[in-house]
């Protein structure tokens, strides 16, 4: 593997307010850059001593603002300027890892600025008006501005010398936002810890991540109620009032969850249940590294990750039938359990590193940087 340990790096990286797939790249490309400065926009309140990432972010002007802290996405329309005004002299390269606007940040003439986008910003493309339902000043402020948003978000694409997408489906929508082609490097993912002692699997489903409207949460509810079935929601978020209105006495919420109950419950439950259109889909791979098969939604990155009747049990239309019809047909498959954590290994930290730090050497290539020296074994 390529050693960056002369490098000058800048990373740069949206907002640090939970711990998700995101920042565990940026956490995975800090690895390939020891010597990097990382900054972001903001950290979350609380979130300084999270672990080694959050220790060693610088904040953005942003934070000095009032409530930014705990309401980051009041300022989403000045997260593009607070990038742009960061001082890039000085660094060889620049790494942006961008969902929103960090990619806005400037580089020197001569400095190249890779960008792996984990999507171009949702709200402002394919998903506006889900997060637009939402109530609040976030939302008011979003639907005021977006227009002048998807106009600097296009000019600040056009900073980047290169784009590496999460996905294909991602590399799609960044094609389709900005004209611009990307390369493909799926984003790490580790499995869960599990107990010393585990039990056999249950016959319940499972849902697990964040309760926002994307996520589809309440189709799983209203399949479960339909049909009967125990369904496990771990996870929070703005829609969990509404959803445990709509759930029957066979669902159960538990709120969020420590690492070690997220890898008990993918240990122990029958399938996980997956209904979002998602670029790239963390959660469903993790299943899969703990043998546990998903049922999920036929479109966006799973249809990369997932395979048909393996690892997963895909459903086509958005609807509580055919939701159902993927659950009654998973109860028949004999699930080769070995396998499905075989394909959930494919997505490991280290082969992430190894094509990230490709294209990189070709970026600098590219660009007569001085590339540089192969690590090579023995």
Known sequence: MANFSALRVLVVHDWIVAWGGSERTVEEILTLFPRADLVVGVLG???????GTTQRAAESWLARLPFARTHHRWYLPLYPAAFASLDTSGYDLIVSS?????????????????????SPPRYLW?????????????????????????????A??????????????????????????ASVVYPPVTPKPVPSARAGRSDALLALGRLVPYKRVDLAIEMANALGERLIVAGDGPERARLEKLAGPTVTFEGDVSELRAGELMETCRAM???????????PVEANMHGLPVIAYGRGALRESMIDGVTAEFFDEPSVASLSAAVDRSRGRNWDHEAIRAN??????????????????????????GVPRLDRPG
Do not use: M, W
């Open 156 to 181: 600040s694409a056009r900073r980047v010398d290169h784009f590496v997408a999460n996905s294909h489906y991602i590399a799609d929508r960044i094609r389709r936002a900005y004209g611009r082609d």
């Open 344 to 369: 959930g290994f494919r997505y490991s930290a280290e082969r992430f590193r190894t094509e990230f730090a490709q294209q990189v050497v070709h970026v600098l290539s590219r660009g007569g940087a």
């Open 126 to 154: 394919d998903l506006q008006h889900d997060y637009q339902r939402e109530s609040g000043l976030a939302s008011t402020a979003l639907s005021l501005a977006a227009p002048l948003l998807r106009r600097i978000d296009r």
């Open 273 to 283: 249940v997956f209904c979002a259109e998602e670029d790239f889909g963390i959660a």
């Open 45 to 51: 309140e609380g979130r300084r001593s999270l672990n």
């Open 98 to 118: 961008s969902h929103a606007f960090a990619k806005s940040v400037r580089p020197q003439v001569d400095t190249p600025h890779i960008c792996y986008c984990h």
